[in-house]
Nanobody
Framework: QVQLVESGGGLVQPGGSLRLSCAASGSIRSILVMGWYRQAPGKQRELVAAINSGSSTNYADSVKGRFTISRDNSKNTVYLQMNSLKPEDTGVYYC??????????????WGQGTQVTVSS
């Protein structure tokens, strides 16, 4: 069974930084795209950043220049470095990955979510 486990959320003051990590484990043949989504209270889940297996990246306009996504393919892990955090960055952050398990078809997997709160 494939699973994604996130870590690194918490409470931070405006202007501060946090680093999220998400590790995929299980019988994995390959991982195509890995990304981070977030959901604020009362709002729809939105894409924050994504990175493909060739390390091409895509960011939401609201986080460009402040957030950096990266991945370590040897560890099946994706990271999100968040700097200059703003109160509007508050929400539950979910890891997402397009994974091909051994013996199964490729499909998206989700982590359990980690809370990020930006407040003074």
């Amino acid at each position: 069974q494939v699973q994604l486990v996130e870590s690194g959320g918490g409470l931070v003051q405006p202007g501060g930084s946090l680093r999220l990590s998400c590790a995929a484990s299980g019988s994995i043949r390959s991982i195509l795209v890995m990304g981070w989504y977030r959901q604020a209270p009362g709002k729809q889940r939105e894409l924050v950043a994504a990175i493909n297996s060739g390390s091409s990246t895509n960011y939401a306009d609201s986080v460009k220049g402040r957030f950096t996504i990266s991945r370590d393919n040897s560890k099946n892990t994706v990271y999100l470095q968040m700097n200059s955090l703003k109160p509007e960055d508050t929400g539950v952050y979910y890891c997402n990955a397009d994974i091909t398990p051994i013996g199964w078809a490729r499909r998206p997997y989700w982590g359990q979510g980690t809370q990020v709160t930006v407040s003074s």
